[in-house]
C-alpha cells in the first residue's frame, strides 16, 4: 500500500525558514517524480514543485523560485521542501504527491502539513 | 499566470448527469493533452480520478468521463450520487509554469 507522510509544518515568523519532510513507502520510490502542493485554507490548489525520480530536474511555480528547494534521498525514500523567507501568503497546507507517471498527474497524497506563517 | 477557471458551484440531482468546465488558454489546456481532474472530499486530500484528458485511473468508477474542445476541458458524472458531493479540481500541464490547477468546483448532489 502506497503511503506518503507528511512532517515538519509549524508556526513560523515571517523571513523564517522551515523544512518539510515526506515519507515514502509501498513503491520504488526512485522510479516517480514527486511534487509538493499547497491549498490555503478554505481555498484551491496550487502546484508549488516537482523533482524527478532520480532528483536532477526540479520545477518550480514562479512564485517560489528561489525561496524554495525540492530534494529528495532515494536511500531513505524521502521528499524534501526546503523554504526560506516566508511570507503571510505562504500559510497553507502542504501536501506531498506521488507522480503517476511523468510529471503532471499525482495518483497519491499525503494527508498534508500545515506551515503558517505569521508574527 | 491566472489559475484555471472552474466555476464555483455545480449541482445536480441523484440519478442525474452534470457536466463541469475547466478553461485556459492555448499555453495550456489548449496545447497539451495533459488535464488531469482531481476529487477532494471535505478535510481530506485530493484523489485523481481523470489524467491526460479522457483517462480514469483504476478503481475510479466509470460514471467519471473527461472531455476537451479547443482551450476547455469538461468532467461528467453521470447517475449522480450522494458520495460524488465534493470539491473538484482541474489541472493542467502549462510550457509557462509547468502545472497550474483550477479554482474548483464545488459539486452539491441535490
Known amino acids: 500500500e502506497v503511503q506518503l507522510v507528511e512532517s515538519g509544518g509549524g508556526l513560523v515568523q515571517p523571513g523564517g525558514s522551515l523544512r518539510l519532510s515526506c515519507a515514502a513507502s509501498?513503491?520504488?520510490?526512485?522510479?516517480?517524480?514527486m511534487t509538493w502542493v499547497r491549498q490555503t485554507p478554505g481555498k484551491g490548489l496550487e502546484w508549488v514543485s516537482t523533482?524527478?525520480?532520480?532528483?536532477?530536474?526540479?520545477y518550480y511555480a514562479d512564485s517560489m523560485k528561489g525561496r524554495f528547494a525540492i530534494s529528495r534521498d532515494n536511500s531513505k525514500n524521502t521528499l524534501y521542501l526546503e523554504m526560506n523567507s516566508l511570507r503571510a501568503e505562504d500559510t497553507a497546507l502542504y501536501y506531498c504527491?506521488?507522480?503517476?507517471?511523468?510529471?503532471?498527474?499525482?495518483?497519491?497524497w499525503g494527508q498534508g502539513t500545515l506551515v503558517t506563517v505569521s508574527s | 499566470q491566472s489559475a484555471l477557471t472552474q466555476p464555483a458551484s455545480v449541482s445536480g440531482s441523484p440519478g442525474q448527469s452534470i457536466t463541469m468546465s475547466c478553461t485556459g488558454s492555448?499555453?495550456?489546456?489548449?496545447?497539451?493533452?495533459?488535464v488531469s481532474w482531481y476529487q477532494q472530499h471535505p478535510g481530506k486530500a485530493p484523489k485523481l480520478i481523470i489524467y491526460?484528458?479522457?483517462n480514469r485511473p483504476s478503481g475510479v468508477s466509470n460514471r467519471f468521463s473527461g472531455s476537451k474542445s479547443g482551450n476547455t476541458a469538461s468532467l461528467t458524472i453521470s447517475g449522480l450520487q450522494a458520495e460524488d458531493e465534493a470539491d473538484y479540481y482541474c489541472?493542467?500541464?502549462?510550457?509557462?509554469?509547468?502545472?497550474?490547477f483550477g479554482g474548483g468546483t464545488k459539486l452539491t448532489v441535490l
Open positions: 523533482i524527478s525520480g532520480g532528483g536532477g530536474t526540479t
Open positions: 489541472s493542467s500541464y502549462t510550457s509557462s509554469t509547468s502545472l497550474i
Open positions: 492555448s499555453s495550456d489546456v489548449g496545447d497539451y493533452n495533459y
Open positions: 504527491a506521488k507522480a503517476q507517471r511523468g510529471y503532471n498527474k499525482f495518483d497519491y
Open positions: 491526460d484528458v479522457t
Open positions: 509501498g513503491f520504488t520510490f526512485m522510479n516517480y517524480a
